[in-house]
């Protein structure tokens, strides 16, 4: 989703600003179910790990000191409680929240129904009925921002870098990614999508929605540089 840009600063990070005149930004929420999410080195006996329903919710910010680009993760909620307490004792940056129910189903129409719902918790909300479209649009509300689909898909689908600051210990923790997803692969969705806390982001602006059928996703490494 793009919006005018709210004033919005956290120590170390600056804002990605877009469009002619600056005054647009990137908020995403990218919904997933794992693939027997676990780590690498346990090999075949990942297929015995559950695959839980997660949403991560960012923002798209540049590190001054070293011009690292990055994303920084505002909210993410998972449907499983042990999940979020692995996450939140092992990653740096990652404010998990369990939530209380959450589904991705695919009708057989191709219709792809988004439930997240925090219950009485504090995980963010989305409810979402979308539909493919038969080829990327010409226009939406990215326009505002880039000056095709392609060039909008090239700006937020690659996600190499997660930024963090840890301020107690005067650091930027810096993340780098892998997931590699060829942008054809994308499919644009149409429908409506309602979500309280994407409001409280970024007010009435309009959401557009996108379908990645598989991601591979690899945590290549963790660094830390200066605040």
Known sequence: MLTAS???SHPGLELQRLGERGDQAMVTFLSYRHGHLGPALFVRWRRLLPSPLQSNWRIYVRHPRTG???????STAVDRTVHALGARMVAEG?????LDRASALVAQDDRIDLLLAPGRGTAPD????LVPLPEWPTDGPWRRAFPDYGRMLA???PQDRALS??????QVT????????PLDSCTALSGPVVSAAASALVGNAEPFAFLV????????SEARDPL
């Open 6 to 8: 709210r004033p919005w």
């Open 68 to 74: 690292s680009l990055g994303v920084y993760f505002l």
């Open 94 to 98: 990652l404010p998990m929240h369990v």
């Open 126 to 129: 989305a409810e979402a009925h």
């Open 155 to 157: 700006y937020c689908v």
């Open 165 to 170: 600051v840890q301020p107690w210990h005067g």
């Open 174 to 181: 810096r993340q780098e990614i892998s997931l590699g997803i």
């Open 213 to 220: 059928p598989r991601v591979r996703f690899l945590l290549e």
